[in-house]
């Protein structure tokens, strides 16, 4: 047996005895999980900085501390979410209990990602331990350092047979790919996506892909493009464009296109120096390959600002591209590096169908003070988010679901999407052997007149809500009233 | 041909209309209105494709889909309105919200044993959420699948919602081009097929497969009134149900007790020869006639057995003492044999279930609450129904669906909208308080990282109106009893001296 196949056998094992399912266990090991983070934060940072040039601090604000937040909500909330939802019933059930029981799947296997190493591989983990599954976690060979360390931390607090970490590489992905799961979790580009989708299917596994695509960000020209620019300058720039939802190109008019180039130039000096290599806020390229991809798209743009790089630290200085052409080089992929190409359009319309013209992306961004304008935006296109006057920060809205459509993917996750995403929500109808006779409408020999009741009881459902609890209420006050009266006094 | 329909689908769907909610309502009225012309015509075709009797197809299909259509015209504007979410510290004053959206052009193959309930259930939810729809129905259930290519362009927009007929090479074709979704309806084998086929496009999918529903009956329970029950899920459309009870699990010493109720019963619904009985069903056709017969080879019925393959009949037949690794107990039956399987006790019925697949429908025969609760949460299937069958699939705000070999997804009701849907996460700020955002900007330090974690690890409010509404009230009525409270301590510590006051006043 290959070593994947005994991590997940024993994943399988351990969640078959049946001790991640109790509530308290699973509070147990997210607050294990917890401790992780508060007591090892400098070992992490450390393998951050080395893996993506992270600062401390960025690390804190960009990966653990959501992570914090993410664990305590799921303490504080995991009762609930995993108590039974009642339903509301109709005639036929008036008497039955009817609810939704939240189980969990089985063995999910958590696929990370390189530019957040820890919120996409550890966020999906938090939602696998809530609802109460085992975990295979894959994190990304590509961060090497963070992947090595996550190997030898996890393990010493949380259940290293119910969520183990296997690392590696393409080979040691695709041996997992062939064993069975009950969810696969993945985080990456929708190229392996397909890939994974299609390995999933022989099994009958269900898939949540957190993929990616061109993030578009529209700007009005009619809006605080200062503040618009610092905005999207900071969620460009941030872990150096590595960011999933990174605003990818801005699309505005062309009338305001300098002063766009000239407060974005603005916010990066006031953010990353005048020399944002010697910055330690401003992060590297993950690896040799992808800087050479990024260096390659830049190849048939004008660089109004930026531009520099140095192969041998992957260092690529935060970049604006003007006038760039929707068959440039720069607009057949995403990014995912610290390019900002402007493309130039004439109206909102012009913008929205050129949005609509390429595959439905992560996030939309719109930059505007005018309420009809986003409405517009948002009734015209389809995008996995839509965020408004600001880039990044709906992702950190744990009420929010945080997924993609189309090309972006498929499910969604954070805060208690996360739980219901890894759980199967069964449906429980207890009913009693009693009141046979109201069955007998649906039993052969078969009549009109059994037909006329079915008819009855299944078209009128029972809508009890605050009104008619109201109207009950009132009624029974009456009837009290009216026995007080006559009986009791 | 396919590619057609789906392209001519693509563009309906890009003009935008069906994204008025009017327009949505009409085409379901449309529906309903086809659903309610049509009742005669559908139930003869049924009674042609499986020989359904008239009274049946209204009570398994019909009616669910009427029920369907209503709710989703009752409850469409508030399904399709943006859902408030709570917000933290730093979105308190933004607009945050969840949009359900059109996915596009969803593509929907049908099955044969319910051709009408399971192909236009989730085309009422397609159209409630301003979906295009391709329909495919199944070409097993011939007369019903040219019907509906007939009828539906007649009530609802053509290009929007095309029915494309045809065999495993039109559905090949089909699934080779791009949808924005697949909801599929049948076995496991085809669902494979299907989920791998959408990978290629990032499709997603709904799948209602099947599996071996199983029945466990407890020794203590009114045995003749679950055998009724059982009997009826069996036999209903002979067999041929996705959540029909496909086995039943029992102890030895009531086996006895079980067959005798179920024979009474079967006298009961279907008379001495239920091949005479206007009621009784008939295989869907030769190879799963064939199937059928075949997993009962080397087993003697203790009831029914009785076969005509002229007219595709198949007695209700009772099989007991069935060993689990017979091969009437290795696929999903689909027909009317009911084997029953030996268990010791419950215990040993809870190990069977889930050394199995995980099936679409559990379903529990049992007087005893605890042990109830007991199978219940150490097994897993779709849907349980505790003390009758299938009855959890006519509740549309269950959602049902499969897990595991049994399915992916889920619908009726809402959950079909929301299913077809894309729940779009919206963040409306505004440019203002800039301030508030200076924390995250680097170059950082110890200061801003401590100010951003006060701010994100701030805990959820709920700002609902409702909340607003309540808070307000809750504060006026406190007041005014504070208020209240005061008067009468007033009155109460004043009465003393106003008493000699107004005394004096009178005198």
């Not at chain 1, 609930?80 to 005639?91: D, F, G, S, Y």
């Not at chain 1, 996409?120 to 809530?130: H, K, M, R, Y």
């Not at chain 2, 409850?75 to 309105?81: P, S």
């Not at chain 2, 007991?374 to 897990?403: A, C, Q, R, W």
Request: glycine fraction near 6%.
């Amino acid at each position: 047996m290959s070593r994947e196949q005994e991590a997940v056998a024993r994943a399988r094992k351990a969640f078959q005895t049946g001790r991640s399912k109790p509530i308290e266990y699973r509070i147990q090991q997210l607050k294990n999980l917890q401790r992780m983070f508060t007591e090892r934060q400098k070992v992490i940072s450390d393998a951050m900085k080395k893996d993506l040039n992270k600062s401390e601090v960025g690390t804190q604000l960009y990966e653990t501390m959501g992570l914090e937040g993410e664990i305590n909500l799921a303490l504080k909330k995991v009762k609930e979410w995993a108590a039974p939802r009642p339903v509301e019933k109709n005639l036929l059930t008036l008497s039955d209990t009817v609810y939704i029981q939240p189980e969990p799947l089985g063995v999910v296997l958590i696929i990370g990602a390189w530019n957040y190493p820890w919120a996409v591989t550890i966020q999906p983990l938090i939602g696998a331990i809530a609802a109460g599954n085992a975990a295979v976690v894959k994190p990304s060979e590509v961060c090497v350092h963070t992947a090595k360390v996550m190997e030898s931390l996890l393990p010493l607090y949380i259940d290293k047979e119910l969520y183990p970490v296997v690392t590696g590489g393409i080979p040691e992905t695709q041996e997992l790919l062939r064993q069975r799961f009950d969810h696969i979790f993945y985080t990456g580009n929708s190229a392996v996506g397909k890939v994974i989708m299609e390995a999933a299917a022989k099994h009958l596994t269900p898939v949540t892909l957190e993929l990616g695509g061109k993030s578009p960000c529209y700007i009005d020209k009619n809006c605080d493009i200062s503040i618009a620019c610092r905005r999207v300058a900071w969620g460009k720039y941030t872990n150096c464009g590595q960011t999933c939802i990174a605003p990818d190109y801005i699309l505005c008019d062309p009338s305001i296109q300098d002063r766009v180039i000239a407060e974005v130039k603005k916010s990066i000096q006031d953010f990353y120096t005048d020399n944002p290599k010697t910055c330690p806020d401003y992060g590297r390229i993950i690896n040799q390959r992808h800087f050479k991809r990024i260096m390659a798209l830049m190849e048939d743009s004008t660089i109004a600002v930026g531009g520099d790089n140095d192969e041998s630290d992957c260092y690529i200085a935060p970049t604006v591209l003007r006038d760039v052409k929707p068959e440039a080089k720069v607009m057949q992929e995403e990014i995912f590096g610290p390019l900002l190409p402007i493309i130039p359009i004439s109206s909102l319309d012009e913008a929205i169908k050129f949005i609509n013209k390429g595959e439905k992306p992560l996030a939309l961004y719109v930059f505007t003070p005018d309420d009809k304008i986003i409405n517009k935006m948002k009734n015209e296109t389809s995008s996995g988010g839509l965020l408004a006057n600001d880039c990044l920060v709906h992702y950190s809205v744990s009420s929010l679901p945080f997924g993609g459509v189309g090309n972006s993917g498929m499910g969604c996750y954070h805060g208690r999407f996360s739980f219901d995403q890894l759980s199967h929500l069964r449906s429980c109808l207890i009913k009693q052997l009693k009141m046979e006779g109201v069955n007998n409408m649906r039993y052969p020999p078969h009549t009109p007149k059994k037909l006329g009741w079915a008819r009855f009881f299944i078209l009128n459902s029972v809508d009890l809500g605050w009104a008619g609890r109201m109207a009950l209420l009132a009624v029974l006050a009456v009837v009290a009233a009216v026995v007080i009266q006559n009986y009791l006094l | 041909m396919e590619r057609q329909a789906v392209n001519r689908a693509k563009e309906a769907f890009l003009s935008g209309r069906t994204r008025p909610l009017e327009f949505r309502l009409q085409q379901l009225h449309a529906l309903q209105r086809m659903i309610t012309e049509k009742e005669t015509e559908i139930c003869t075709s049924l009674k042609q494709d499986i020989n359904r009797s008239q009274y049946d197809t209204p009570l398994l299909e019909l009616i669910g889909i009427e029920n369907e259509i209503s709710l989703a015209i009752e409850k469409l504007t508030q399904w399709a309105a943006p859902r408030q979410v709570d917000r933290n510290i730093l979105t308190v004053s933004d607009e945050v919200y969840v949009q359900p959206e059109p996915l596009g052009v969803v593509l929907i193959i049908g099955a044969w044993n319910y051709p009408w309930a399971v192909t236009l259930q989730p085309l009422v939810g397609a159209i409630a959420a301003g979906n295009a729809a391709v329909v495919k129905p199944s070409e097993l259930s011939e007369y019903s699948s040219l019907l509906l290519r007939a009828l539906l362009p007649r009530y609802l927009d053509k290009d929007l919602y095309p029915v494309v007929t045809g065999g495993v090479s039109e559905t090949q074709e089909l699934l080779r081009l791009r949808f924005d979704h697949i909801f599929y309806t049948g076995s496991s084998t085809v669902g494979k097929v299907v989920m791998e086929a959408a990978a290629r496009h990032l499709t997603p999918v709904t799948l209602e497969l099947g599996g071996k529903s199983p029945c466990y009956i407890d020794k203590n329970c009114d045995i003749r009134i679950a055998c009724r029950r059982i009997t009826w899920g069996k036999f209903v459309n002979c067999g041929q149900t996705c959540i029909a009870p496909d086995y039943i699990l029992c102890e030895p010493c009531i086996q006895g007790r079980v067959v005798e109720c179920i024979r009474q019963t079967l006298l009961e619904f279907y008379g001495a020869d239920p091949k005479c009985s206007p009621d009784y069903g008939r295989i869907i056709n030769q190879r799963h006639f064939s199937r059928i017969m075949s997993l009962m080879e080397g087993y003697t019925p203790v009831i029914g057995g009785q076969t005509d393959a002229s007219q595709r009949y198949i007695a209700p037949t009772v099989l007991k003492d069935v060993p689990p690794h017979s091969r009437l107990m290795q696929e999903e039956i689909f027909g009317p044999l009911l084997p029953i399987v030996a268990v010791s006790d419950m215990d040993d019925a809870i190990r069977f279930v889930n050394e199995r697949e995980k099936p679409l429908a559990l379903y529990i025969f049992c007087s005893d609450k605890k042990a109830t609760k007991k199978m219940i949460e150490e097994t897993t299937s779709g849907g349980v129904t505790v003390n009758d069958v299938m009855m959890h699939y006519t509740l549309s705000s269950l959602p049902f669906g499969g897990v595991g070999q049994s399915g992916m997804g889920c619908y009726h009701g809402k959950h079909t909208f929301d299913q077809l849907s894309h729940q779009r996460a919206c963040l409306i700020r505004s440019l203002g308080m800039e301030s508030v955002n200076l924390s995250r900007y680097p170059p950082q330090d110890r200061r801003r990282a401590r100010r951003a974690r006060m701010a994100l690890k701030s805990p959820m409010i709920d700002l609902s109106k409702r909340t607003f509404v309540w808070a307000v009230s809750a504060t006026i009525i406190a007041f005014g009893l504070l208020v209240t409270l005061l008067v009468i301590l007033l009155i109460a510590s004043g009465l003393n001296c106003t008493c000699w006051y107004w005394r004096g006043w009178y005198y």
